[in-house]
């Protein structure tokens, strides 16, 4: 889609199964799909073509997300697993990794330098795991009493946010704050965590939350047609806003940070400036 026009550029079909995920490479070249069947298809955005289809999953694919760095990206399934795979030039994607949840995932990130995956479940629980090989988990919260819907980690990567069928939303931070570069996240994280910032006020399930680049504000979008802006320091709602008129199923920031865009569920895009004006409103599906 071309936002500013509002016309669509081009159809990626040969799906066999509804799409349930996507994500974009860092450099913008390759697109990956995930869908209902379990499997992940590899779109290079040069040509609009697929590379390569393969079964990733036994259950639907939840939630895609590239490192930040290389080839490398994390899927999640209700198959209860999250998995690390390398796109290779010649053959099909490799799994580096595999990490057994308890209960249905349904999000899987990397952290900002790449050294660590959050996960979210079902069973209320959230994850942290070491990406380099590690099978059991370097943290395992149970983070809030319904399952948690998304997670997703501060720019620095000294904090994640947890979204929860419960109608909440809780920012945990490590407990080291201090000294050390990035490379360091995960050995400050394993220091220990301390108690979550609440935040408060959805009327429904949060279905999806994501920080800003300047880590000062989270989003928050949910069931009750709702978006929420949050000061993630103090927890305070900066703004409520009520353009949709169906459960929202996500929300993301431009890379300036300047504007943002949420889905709904009845196939609706809508494009926001950080005051809460709707720059645009878009039918992209059916």
Partial sequence: WCLG????????????S????????????????????????????????ASDTFQAHQARVTSLCFAPKGGAFVSSSFDSTAKIWELLDTESPE????????????SAVFSPDGSMIATASEGGTMMLWSAGGWHVP???????????????FAPDGLAVATASMDH???????????????AFLRGRWVTGIGDPLLLCGHGDAVKAAVFAPNGQTLLSAAADCTIRIWDSIAGDCLLKLTGHGSVLTSVAFASSGKVFASAD??????????????????????
């Fill in 5 to 16: 026009s509002g016309v669509c550029e081009d159809i990626l079909g040969n799906h066999h």
């Fill in 18 to 49: 509804p799409v349930s995920a996507l994500a974009a490479s860092p450099d913008g070249s390759i697109l990956v799909t995930g869908c209902e069947d379990g499997n992940v298809h590899v779109w290079d955005l040069a040509t609009k073509t």
């Fill in 95 to 106: 799994c580096l990794n595999s990490f057994e949840c308890p209960g249905l995932v349904n």
């Fill in 138 to 152: 370097l943290i395992r919260l149970q983070s809030h009493d319904a399952a948690v819907t998304d997670v997703a």
């Fill in 168 to 182: 909440t939303v809780k920012i945990w931070r490590t407990k080291a704050h201090h000294g050390g570069a990035s």
């Fill in 265 to 286: 569920d009845a196939g609706f895009l809508q494009l926001w400036d950080t005051t809460g004006h709707c720059i645009t409103k878009l039918q992209i599906h059916e």
